[in-house]
């Protein structure tokens, strides 16, 4: 987080909310008087467009007034003097370019303007004009009309007609457009406004932007002109030509034009532009006399607040003499008088505290030595437990040891004793043969006891062959089991001899082992470990998964798990194990036989033997009355280890 001085601090935030309250205010001026100004001016431009056609239309009879006095002229003068007195309206600078009188048939009688040659006077009289358009409107219609642009045929340029009927002749005067756009320039109003004058096709007649345009230029293609001669409602806004205007439209029913009034919108806007600056100013202004002053009130109301924090620094250096200052704020006097009572108390404080020091050093000298007696007790009962440890670790082999040992002279004794019993009567039967002989040996008795011999020697060889083979597996599960010497080994193999060994165990109980192992999945690693683990799992199933009398089913399977690893698995269908001893099934000590047989050492030194011998894991998946299923994940090829430990199963110390 940003650090600042006091000083600096409250200069900012002075400036910041004069900032705030100048933007707070230009806003709401622009907010509010930005939409004032644009509807006042789109109220200007309809009342401007409707006094505009009132005033044109004044100011076009007046011109149509100059012609008038040419009705008494047809009655008495002669066509010489009626070309006179039509020179003498249109001459030049006048408003008309050409005045002529067409006769009933529509032939020019008399024509005059000052831009015409007297030559070519003579040419246009008897010129027929019957084919033009507003001479057909005015014949129809009786009344004065005024034209649309077009090219004059007479004088050539581009004009406005103005037709008069009077009794059987039309009198028509041509006007320049220029003319109509300096009589728009007199009737317009507003000073910032522009004006377009619209004939019925669309055409602009005049332009107050551009007094100088004499190009045909039709304007039917906006679409606010459309809307115009339709009769629709006009938008507030249009843009023409990169520029935006408030637009209004008014017809002339006499002229039958369209005058189209605009006023630049936006930025435009003279009145926009104008409250835009005068906010920037009342804006800016304000905040730089802010920015100059503020920084000499924020040294002014930080200068107690410093003589505060000086005084505070001498507290904290230990010269408590001196007295705490005071100004001119309430405030700050209130906190000079509290930090100088906070003073007083922290010296009453720090007395309390050296003596609470002391005593406190006392009570830690004491609970230090107090600790120290805990932590040797401990230590006392943490080698005892570990020596406990140890002790039941050797028993459960021990156990285990007898049972071996039980089991091989059950399995020994049967072939042993056939084998003796074979010896002992064949014994017997020599020393029969021997008296035999001496008394005279007939040949049946020599058949008989060569026969007996036979059968004699062969139950001998059987059970001797028995006994042998009996007594190789044990030597290598002896061996495999108390050596811990790493070989290549067949699992197949290595487990039936495994079976072997627990054969005489298993046969009192009422369960059954199942073995499902495919052949060739070799291992170089410690076969007399792996043989104990399957033994502590094989003889964990037997004591925990089935009731007392109940016939269960302990399955053994064993699969490739790819990426080098086999797979084990030893399953039982007994009664499962409770998912809140799952956790801790490993754990030394927890069983739930306690005192029944149980240490609660097997699954622990099954799990210490797969994981630090064998190098791979093992997992208990169990739910309730579903039976269990314990998974040993083997490496093909178990980890290289130089420790002493090797094979015998004891836990870690």
Known sequence: MRVWRLRTFLAFLLVATLLVTLMIVGSAVLFVRLPQIAEENRRLVRIEAEELVTRMEFLMDSLQIRLNPLEIALQNFLPYESHLLLDSIAVKGSAFTAVYILSPEGKVEAIGGASIEHQRHLDLVGNDMSANSLYQTVRQERRPIWSDRYLSVLSGHITIGLAIPIHDRVIIGEIPPHYLVRILGIARMLRNESIWLIDQRGELIGDTDSPSQVGLINLLGLPVVQKAVHGESLPGIFEYQGRRYYV?????????????????????????????????????????????????????????????????????????????????????????????????????????????NTELENRVTQRTADLSQANHELSETLDTLRRTQRELVRTEKLAALGELVAGIAHELNTPIGNGLMAASALHDKVREFQKAIQEGLRRSTLDHFVTYAETAADITTRNLHRAAELVTSFKQVAVDQTSSQRRTFDLKEVINEILLTLHPMLKRTPHQVMMEIPDGLWLDSYPGPLGQTLANLINNAVLHAFDGGESGVIRITANSAGEGQIRVKVSDNGKGIPRALQERIFNPFVTTKMGQGGTGLGLHIAHNIVTALLGGELI?????????????????????????TEGTGLPPI
């Open 248 to 356: 209004a439209a008014q017809h002339s029913q006499k002229l039958d034009w369209y005058f189209l009034v605009k006023l630049p919108a936006g930025l435009e806007d003279p009145d926009i532009r104008s409250t835009l600056i005068m906010v920037t100013v009342s804006f800016f202004g304000p905040l730089l006399i802010g920015a100059l002053l503020a920084p000499l009130w924020a040294s002014y109301m930080a200068r107690p607040v410093g003589e505060l924090m000086e005084r505070a620094r001498q507290v904290a250096e230990g010269h408590s003499k001196a007295i705490w200052p005071r100004s001119s704020i309430v405030e700050l006097n209130q906190l000079s008088t509290d930090l100088e009572h906070m003073d007083g108390a922290i010296h009453e404080r720090e007395q309390q505290l050296r003596l609470l």
């Open 620 to 644: 208990v998946c169990s739910d309730e009355g579903q039976g269990s299923e314990f998974i040993m994940l083997l490496p093909e090829q178990a980890p290289r280890t130089a420790s002493g």
